[in-house]
């Protein structure tokens, strides 16, 4: 299944609130797939994904090329890069 601009954004929303703990994990993945038709792999993976990113540590779970643009954006602009680790300019460790 090809993941949407649309399902892309509403991961990143999703995987905020994970990460702000406004939602549990296990409710976020049941409203993606309800509400998106998103894999419940899929959606935990982008969650997982946005953690690490914030958290500047290294992930190897898959995003797609809009989404890992999306998220970074997102971050950069919302976010104001809570973690000195975390930068564009380290994409290639985050992908590693």
Known sequence: MKIT????QATY???KHVYHDRITKNDAIDSLEIK?????GSASDYI????KMMD???YTRTKN???TDYFLTQISVHDNFPNPRFSRSKLPFHLG
């Open 36 to 40: 998106h038709g998103i894999n419940r």
């Open 13 to 15: 929303q999703a995987a």
């Open 48 to 51: 997982v994904n946005f953690k």
């Open 5 to 8: 601009t649309e399902m892309i």
């Open 65 to 67: 090329e809009e989404a």
């Open 56 to 58: 500047g540590e290294k």
